[in-house]
Structures are given as structure tokens and as C-alpha cells.
């Protein structure tokens, strides 16, 4: 069994600043290419920000400069730090995750989501 956790979401002002975690758990060999997405109500889910195993992150266009991505190996634990925050940026944040499983198989898994809400 494999878990995903995503940690963090709230209220925040606009120009705020949260710290989103996505937590992996369970039956796990190693994770590679994990993934933050949000969705708003009526829109399709959008990708924010993705890191690889290595390390390496890209972002959406819309928060380059804003939000930084990153892993603890370690903690199985993926971090998503924003900053500058926008009402735009209101939306249910949802972490993905490709990993192999102990047993040697592919494993990819979703979150339950969790709510950022920029608002005054």
C-alpha cells in the first residue's frame, strides 16, 4: 500500500506565503517525478510545479518566481513553498507522485488535495 498526504493549505492574504508538503508513505522503493497540480471549480487541473528524482524542478510560467519546489529523500516528502501569493492562486493543490514499489512495480498515486485560499 502506498499513501500520499498533502499538508499545509489555508487562508492566506494576498502576498502571503504558505508552505504545502506532500507526504509518501507505505510499500515504496524510490519515488522519481513528483508533481504539484491545482484546480479551480470548472477548469481542468493545472500543473504548478514538478521536481525529478534528481532534483531538477520546472514550473507553470504563471509562478516562476514565486514558488520554489522541493525534496527531503530522506522523508519521502515534497515541498512546495509560495510566496507573492495571488488570488488567482486560489484553488484545491493536489500532489502526484511515480514511484517503484518494493515489489518492483510502477506505482503512481494522487493526494486528496488540500485548499489554498488567497483572499483579503
Known amino acids: 500500500q502506498v499513501q500520499l498526504v498533502e499538508s499545509g493549505g489555508g487562508l492566506v492574504q494576498p502576498g502571503g506565503s504558505l508552505r504545502l508538503s506532500c507526504a509518501v508513505s507505505g510499500s515504496i522503493f524510490s519515488i522519481n517525478t513528483v508533481n504539484w497540480y491545482r484546480q479551480t471549480p470548472g477548469k481542468q487541473r493545472e500543473l504548478v510545479a514538478g521536481?525529478?528524482?534528481?532534483?531538477?524542478?520546472n514550473y507553470a510560467d504563471s509562478v516562476k518566481g514565486r514558488f520554489t519546489i522541493s525534496r527531503d529523500n530522506a522523508k519521502n516528502t515534497v515541498y512546495l513553498q509560495m510566496h507573492s501569493l495571488k488570488p488567482e492562486d486560489t484553488a484545491v493543490y493536489y500532489c502526484?507522485?511515480?514511484?517503484?514499489?518494493?515489489?518492483?512495480?510502477?506505482?503512481?498515486?494522487w493526494g486528496q488535495g488540500t485548499q489554498v485560499t488567497v483572499s483579503s
Open positions: 521536481i525529478t528524482s534528481g532534483g531538477s524542478p
Open positions: 502526484n507522485a511515480d514511484l517503484w514499489t518494493t515489489l518492483g512495480t510502477p506505482y503512481n498515486v
